[in-house]
């Protein structure tokens, strides 16, 4: 695994457990908005942290960290993700993905084989307009696939949209909630314009949180549960 780095506690990434968070170096997508440049651009890529290192302070962590959250960059380039998953949870962790969604190959690999206990999936855009806010091409094919496998598990699962207001229109977000209506949780994440992958958003305009709020009732009762965080 090429871990780009490690925050030992956490109370917010994993829904009602404690978590240590591995963040995987390396991203398929280059979503213009993105905060975490270091794990996406080569060029700011720091020194990768040994796998070694993380599973000693795992182990070490046994009985006092519920949960492991695989996060990113995107988790799911990563050629041995599902040996990292297997380590984990031999250690006794419940185990968290988050995903762009764009590989559901390895998504149903690692459903199939039951190696998560949580999966939460970033869907950027509505599925025709998916290319912009991703900033590659995407085929939107296999991002319903991956809302597909993911609606049809039994896993717990979360969906989620950074609402940039200026980039999303409101019925983006809508035409969003009805690509994954049935879902458990939808959360709208606020955009932060401070660190962004691409400096030209640096002076987009967050949502308000009033306005994020109206959105979520528009949603209703599309998704069981809308989110603001
Ligand atoms: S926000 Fe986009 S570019 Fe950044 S890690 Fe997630 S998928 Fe990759």
New binding site residues.
């Given amino acids: 695994m090429d871990i780009g780095g490690l925050h030992k506690v956490s109370l917010i990434d994993y829904p009602g457990k404690i978590a240590a968070v591995i963040f995987c170096r390396g991203?398929n997508?280059?979503?213009p908005?993105?905060h975490?440049p270091e794990?996406?651009d080569p060029k700011k890529f720091k020194p990768c942290l040994p796998e070694k290192e993380v599973y000693d302070f795992l182990r070490a962590r046994k009985g006092k960290l519920d949960a492991v959250v695989i996060s990113?960059?995107?988790p799911t380039v990563q050629a041995d993700l599902v040996s990292c998953m297997k380590k984990i949870r031999k250690l006794g962790f419940l185990v968290k993905l988050d995903t762009?969604g764009a590989l559901p190959d390895v998504l149903e690999h690692i459903f199939k084989d039951k190696l998560i206990d949580y999966v939460a999936m970033?869907v950027?855009a509505p599925l025709d307009a998916y290319s912009e806010m991703?900033?590659v091409r995407v085929d939107q094919r296999f991002i319903r696939r991956s809302i597909d496998l993911i609606l049809q598990s039994a896993i717990p699962h979360e969906f989620r949209t950074t609402a940039a207001s200026s980039r999303l229109k409101d019925d983006d977000i809508l035409s969003i909630a009805r690509e994954i209506r049935g879902a458990q949780r939808y959360v709208l994440q606020r955009f932060q314009p401070a660190r962004t992958?691409a400096p030209v958003w640096r002076s987009e305009k967050p949502a308000t949180d009033g306005e994020l709020s109206e959105i979520a009732k528009r949603i209703g009762k599309t998704v069981r549960q809308v989110m603001i965080r």
């Fill in positions: 991203c997508f280059r979503c908005y993105c975490n794990l996406v990113g960059g995107e762009n970033d950027k991703a900033g992958l």
